[in-house]
């Protein structure tokens, strides 16, 4: 099974087709940390995290990993070992915090771009995540809720993500 982004608001599985919003730069074959541009391939997806404190576990063959207050994941180039993995949370390293005050990391799943041997500076941090108004991201992909849950029922473990 495989998501297709196929422009900056089509996600589509099999015959459904999802409003979405990408990166405020668009897409690119060669991305770097902080651009705000979705990276163009075909890549593995990760586990679904999400707030327990907020959201039910949803129906999904994913492994479902409740976010805790101390999680981040790390995008910080002064950190090799630990840039683009899921981190505990400490003050001297550069992370996106995953417990939000917001509603968009409700429901995550980390897109494995740059991931198994991470290049620093390459981009990390590149999720699917929940968006209310289809505002452009930081380098993300990002649905309605409702689409979401959706888009969980239809994917496996061993769905890939292709961007175009």
Not at 36 to 41: A, L, S
Not at 69 to 88: E, F, Q, R, T, V
Not at 132 to 159: Q, R
Request: overall charge positive; some cysteine; charged content about 35%.
């Amino acid at each position: 099974m495989t998501i297709f982004v196929k422009n900056k608001h089509t996600l589509q599985i099999d015959e459904f087709k999802f409003k979405c919003c990408i990166g405020r730069k668009g897409t690119t074959k060669s991305k770097k940390e902080g651009d705000k541009k979705t990276p163009k391939g075909v890549f593995e997806i990760e586990n679904l995290y999400f707030r327990r404190d907020r959201k039910k576990k949803p129906s999904t063959s994913l492994k479902c990993i409740e976010i805790k207050k101390n999680m981040g994941w790390c995008n910080d180039i002064c950190y090799p070992k630990k840039y683009n993995k899921l981190i505990k949370i400490e003050k001297k390293t550069k992370h996106e915090k995953l417990k939000r005050k917001d509603y968009k990391y409700d429901f995550l799943i980390p897109i494995k771009y740059n991931f198994k041997k991470p290049a620093i500076g390459l981009g990390s941090c590149i999720f699917i995540h929940l968006t209310k108004n289809y505002k452009p991201t930081a380098g993300c992909i990002a649905l309605k809720e409702k689409d979401f849950l959706i888009m969980l029922k239809l994917i496996k473990k061993n769905s890939k993500i292709k961007i175009f």
